[in-house]
């Protein structure tokens, strides 16, 4: 299906003068609903609504009523981010931006908007569907998850679980040699999700509880988390190995089986597992029970979306519940070297303070 376009190229020089007071890269002087509705009309700066960390102008009161009625209908798609990169990408320029299928999208630099102009298809991260199936499939995908959730470590001790962390740790190149780079992440089931790196003393972070997220930066401090690149940010939480086998162990998990494959010359039992707006198809052991591997429409190099394949190759036991440990990675059926993952630290039911997800 061709993608309907409709571009505006606005680069300022100077400043926007601004009630609202949003540096230039922040105001879209556009008004939005007339961009897409496919008319470009400059907005009245008397009539600007502040969303999302963004300034947005209208030309008329009408359109600014429409737009608070439904501000993610007019507003940038993915909160602003740069739509070339991604919702967990940086922020985009509202002085570049462009209007695909009725979304506005901002772009970090005129590289990045050239890029998704050329394919906007594998640059769009949007939610999966909720699969579908007859009773037969979600029957068939309760018997392999059950299968899973033993191998796991059985029913009782996946229900006790209550929080989870593992930790990454490399160094990098730096000037007077080499720094240390930690990357952690935090669940405390069923909704709250943190991520951090830090490098060296500098670190950034982002967390979840529910739907509303927050960021953390050296040099921003804490801001809220836009609607769109939180709901992004719980899709990646959900496709974590633990999640996936600790949401494999709930009865009322949305799964159809999709028969069967081998994986890495594995018999494996296919399992399309939904959650939270994540469709992953997993791959069981038909023998064991083991998760072989994860699969779904995800970014790989180049931030490109297609399809990605985790392929667990290693198992770590905490707590009494064994995960995945280490995998590589396939990109549209390659494997590619940064797809390749070792945890350092794999711990079940830490105690993980508070602050860590926002609080304080």
């Keep these: 299906m061709r993608n309907r376009l409709f571009a505006t190229v606005v680069v300022s020089i100077g400043s926007v003068a601004s009630v609202i007071g949003a540096p230039s890269e922040r105001t879209l002087v556009f008004d939005p609903v007339e961009l897409v509705a496919g008319r470009e009309a400059e907005g009245d700066e008397s009539l600007a609504v502040e969303h999302e960390g963004y300034e947005y102008r209208f030309v008329s009161r009408e359109n600014r009523a429409r737009f608070r009625e439904d501000p993610w209908r007019f507003a940038a798609a993915d909160g602003g981010a740069c739509g070339r990169m991604g919702p967990l990408s940086g922020l985009g320029d509202a002085r570049r931006h462009l209007v695909v299928d009725k979304r506005i999208w901002f772009f970090a630099s005129d590289g990045c908007r050239e890029g998704f102009l050329a394919d906007p298809e594998r640059c769009i991260e949007r939610a999966d569907p909720v699969p579908e199936g007859d009773d037969e499939q979600r029957a068939r995908a309760s018997q392999v998850l059950s299968r899973m959730v033993a191998w796991a470590g059985g029913r009782d001790a996946l229900g006790a679980v209550r929080t989870y962390q593992h930790a990454i740790r490399d160094e990098f190149e730096r000037e007077g040699g080499k720094g240390e780079h930690v990357k952690e992440v935090h669940a405390a089931f069923p909704d709250r999700f943190a991520e951090s790196d830090r490098w060296d003393e500098r670190s950034w972070s982002r967390c979840v509880v529910g739907d509303r997220g927050l960021a953390r930066s050296p040099d921003?401090?804490?801001?809220?988390?836009?609607?769109?690149?939180?709901?992004?940010?719980?899709?990646?939480?959900?496709?974590?190995?633990?999640?996936?086998?600790?949401?494999?162990?709930?009865?009322?998990?949305?799964?159809?089986?999709?028969?069967?494959?081998?994986?890495?010359?594995?018999?494996?039992?296919?399992?399309?597992?939904?959650?939270?707006?994540?469709?992953?198809?997993?791959?069981?052991?038909?023998?064991?029970?083991?998760?072989?591997?994860?699969?779904?429409?995800?970014?790989?190099?180049?931030?490109?979306?297609?399809?990605?394949?985790?392929?667990?190759?290693?198992?770590?036991?905490?707590?009494?519940?064994?995960?995945?440990?280490?995998?590589?990675?396939?990109?549209?059926?390659?494997?590619?070297?940064?797809?390749?993952?070792?945890?350092?630290?794999?711990?079940?039911?830490?105690?993980?303070?508070?602050?860590?997800?926002?609080?304080?």
């Design 220 to 360: 921003n401090g804490a801001a809220p988390l836009a609607r769109d690149r939180s709901a992004a940010f719980v899709r990646r939480m959900v496709r974590l190995p633990i999640s996936l086998i600790v949401l494999g162990g709930d009865p009322d998990a949305v799964a159809f089986a999709r028969g069967e494959r081998r994986v890495e010359g594995v018999r494996c039992s296919l399992v399309d597992l939904h959650h939270r707006g994540a469709t992953t198809q997993l791959c069981i052991e038909v023998e064991t029970g083991r998760l072989v591997a994860a699969r779904f429409v995800g970014r790989g190099p180049g931030s490109i979306v297609g399809s990605v394949e985790r392929v667990f190759t290693a198992y770590e036991a905490d707590g009494g519940v064994t995960v995945p440990s280490a995998w590589r990675t396939r990109f549209d059926g390659e494997f590619f070297e940064s797809g390749s993952v070792v945890l350092d630290s794999v711990v079940i039911n830490p105690t993980i303070d508070d602050g860590v997800f926002g609080a304080g």
